[in-house]
């Protein structure tokens, strides 16, 4: 199969019994029938239980917050400033590296 944006045969993973086609060129994804639906039942399979909210809290960390409030404290309160992306259990699905 093909990839719709560039036309690149794309490549297949499976993570946790997903099965994710993904172009290895502009690092689209794309999913099966149900894949998603697989994704979204794991995810809340996941965070119904409070252990892995504290678990991925210790894994990914909070200290993209504190970094993030030091530096606009360090501006006075003024302007914005970038957000770092924060890290969770999806991520773990579509780390294609």
């Not at 499976?14 to 995810?43: A, H, M, Q, S």
């Not at 678990?55 to 957000?83: A, I, V």
Request: hydrophobic share 20%; charged share 35%.
């Amino acid at each position: 199969m093909n990839c719709p944006s560039c036309n690149t045969t794309l490549a297949m993973t499976e993570r946790n019994g997903v099965e994710i086609d993904y172009c290895p060129n502009c690092r689209g994804v794309w999913l099966d029938r149900g894949e998603l639906d697989k994704i979204l039942e794991r995810t809340g399979e996941h965070y119904s239980n409070k252990q892995h909210w504290d678990d991925d809290q210790n894994k990914y960390g909070e200290s993209w917050k504190r970094s993030d409030d030091d530096k606009y404290r360090q501006q006075g309160g003024q302007g914005h400033y970038p957000h770092k992306k924060k890290k969770s259990f999806l991520s773990d699905f579509l780390d294609f590296d």
